[in-house]
């Protein structure tokens, strides 16, 4: 037998227990019908139906056709953009629209989220990241989200943006919203109440609706970060240009916003030696070469990669700096190098960042 949750008109309101996921034999679930109406409620039906399946397994709804996560870039909490996919690559995303005016389930969402991420395993909660998307962008200014945000948990991202672009990314995944309205004194903000859990590769597997708790979200999420995919270790970048071959660069995830590594082995095939005498990023306006001679750091000017030979940059040798990127470097990001070799050329290469620990595999030469 399949259930249904009917559109709900009237001002139900999400916190209510006939919003909750209780009931075991719960096959499908109409995600337009699950509307919070934090001071006030409108039925919406023009989001898409999305069928979900039950699982014995969660306290949440597993769906049985993952959705893809919205690729959509907004505005985080600094005023910078944040492309919600490029920047969620290879973690779990938990995304939720709501905004920071809603009197009840909106700050409850949030608190149970930090309360659960609090008492995870430290590995576990690494691996997740919370997203907030305003659902009133004109009173949801960077710096209002910021703050409300970090009173919950200071890693949860904030996003902004105009109203259409919002709407339309809630749309994709199935969540209904109402533009907001002032009616009878009270300011109207209507919007789906569920969180939606996305895997490294940007699918969404898991539906938490209004009422869950912090025990229940970490016990899902514990579970949930074994059965599904998130970062896969990138291929290495390669690329070759007059007779010199860049392998296996990459950029490992930097544990500061400051300063980043960059690593690649240059092989040389022609009979002159080669001189690497500079180095762009383009996530960075400062990019140089340096040698770690096991007692100081030392900036190097050039650096020569011996002809018919190899010059490896690998850590506790040469190394590229990338310093102050201009955003935040994560596993399954890319960094573009450009490598300026004399009068052979420039040599672009794409450097996957990859985990922490990573190193690429051993090749023969």
Wanted: proline residues 8%; negative net charge; hydrophobic residues 40%.
């Amino acid at each position: 037998m399949n259930l249904f949750w009917p559109a709900i008109r009237g001002g139900l309101p999400s916190h209510s227990a006939g919003m909750r996921r209780r009931a075991a034999g719960l096959a499908v679930v109409l995600l337009s019908g699950a509307l919070a109406g934090c001071a006030g409620s409108t039925g919406v039906a023009d989001a898409p139906v999305r069928l979900l399946g039950p699982s014995s397994e969660f306290h949440g709804t597993w769906l049985e056709r993952p959705i893809p996560e919205p690729d959509v870039t907004l505005t985080d909490t600094s005023g910078g953009p944040f492309d919600l996919r490029r920047e969620t690559a290879g973690r779990l995303t938990l995304v939720y629209f709501g905004y920071t005016h809603c009197p009840d389930v909106c700050p409850t969402t949030m608190a149970d989220l930090a309360s659960a991420l609090r008492d995870m395993p430290k590995a576990d909660r690494a691996e997740i990241q919370v997203v907030f998307i305003t659902t009133d962008p004109e009173r949801d200014t960077p710096a209002v989200l910021r703050s409300w945000l970090a009173s919950f948990d200071t890693s949860f991202v904030g996003l902004t943006g105009d109203y259409a672009t919002i709407r339309a990314a809630a749309k994709s995944v199935g969540i209904a919203l109402q533009e907001p309205a002032s009616k009878k004194g009270d300011y109207e903000v209507t919007h789906g109440a569920e969180v939606i859990a996305f895997d490294g590769a940007h699918q969404g597997h898991l539906v938490f609706t209004s009422g869950m708790s912090s025990s229940e979200y970490a016990a899902d999420l514990h579970r949930l970060l074994g059965t599904v995919p998130l970062a896969a270790t990138p291929p290495v970048g390669d690329a070759t240009v007059s007779g010199l071959r860049v392998t296996d660069a990459y950029v490992p995830q930097p544990a500061s916003p400051d300063v980043a590594a960059g690593y690649f082995t240059v092989t040389d095939s022609g009979d002159r030696p080669a001189v690497l005498t500079g180095v762009d990023a383009d996530v960075s306006p400062t990019a140089s070469i340096h040698e770690n001679t096991g007692t100081s750091m030392r900036r190097l000017r050039s650096v020569t990669v011996p002809a018919h030979g190899s010059l490896v940059f690998s850590p506790g040798g040469y190394h590229l700096m990338i310093e102050s990127p201009g955003r935040k470097l994560r596993s399954g990001d890319h960094v573009r190098l450009t490598l300026t070799f004399g009068e052979a050329g420039r040599i672009t290469v794409d450097a996957p960042v990859t985990p922490v620990g990573y190193r690429p595999p051993v090749r023969s030469r």
